[in-house]
């Protein structure tokens, strides 16, 4: 029972800070709700230095939680990964987010286009932490609220690649309409692949082979 009790203690740690930062999130709600629903809130949640210092906050939070809640339930849907031990998914899935954020910032810079306007493309950039937040308190109040009512594993890991796999979608279709505002609609589907599909691939490809 030792990964429990290890989960727990990271788990109790991660509240102890979200209830430090409660302020933040409440503060920054209204803004991330607003992101979800027009496309253009991210681009004015990037343009408020302040708002964009509490969500990053707020994202770093986040940030254990929800790699918990991917090792725990195995949303890679990787089916070897099954069969390990909670605790060597949860360092291999640490290894995995870190390599995918450091792949998209790299690519991010490689392929930002000549004169865009900054703040766009900072928009563009950081569009993921506006809905990783979303998708993470969304998925921990659902497995919440399934675990006190019992549900079984599989269920609470069905149900939670269901949000993330629509929140994932939403977020596809507001950063390309970020791009359209910027770019043409061609060019804007090239740089989504580029920018999004092409990591994510690459990522679990790399996950399935190793």
Request: proline residues 2%; positive net charge.
């Amino acid at each position: 029972m030792e990964h429990r009790l290890l989960f727990a203690i990271l788990g109790l740690l991660s509240l102890i800070a979200a209830l430090i930062y409660l302020r933040t999130f409440l503060s920054i709600m209204p803004s991330l709700v607003a992101c979800v629903l027009r496309a253009r809130e991210n681009i004015n949640l990037e343009e408020s230095a302040s708002l964009a210092r509490e969500r990053n906050a707020a994202y770093a939070v986040l940030m254990t939680p929800a790699i918990i809640v991917i090792a725990w339930y195995n949303l890679w849907c990787i089916e070897v990964f099954d069969g390990w031990l909670p605790e060597f998914r949860f360092l291999i899935t640490i290894g995995i987010v870190s390599a995918g954020m450091g792949l998209k910032v790299l690519l991010a810079h490689v392929m930002e286009p000549r004169g865009v306007n900054r703040k766009l493309y900072n928009a563009v950039k950081n569009s993921f932490r506006n809905f990783g937040i979303i998708t993470t308190l969304i998925c921990l109040a659902t497995i919440g609220t399934m675990t006190l009512f019992k549900a079984d594993y599989d269920s609470i890991r069905r149900v939670t690649l269901c949000i993330a796999g629509t929140v994932y979608i939403i977020y596809m279709l507001r950063k390309l309409q970020i791009f359209a505002s910027f770019r043409d609609i061609f060019s804007s589907i090239l740089y989504l692949c580029a920018l999004e599909l092409l990591p994510t691939g690459i990522l679990v490809a790399a996950a399935i082979l190793f």
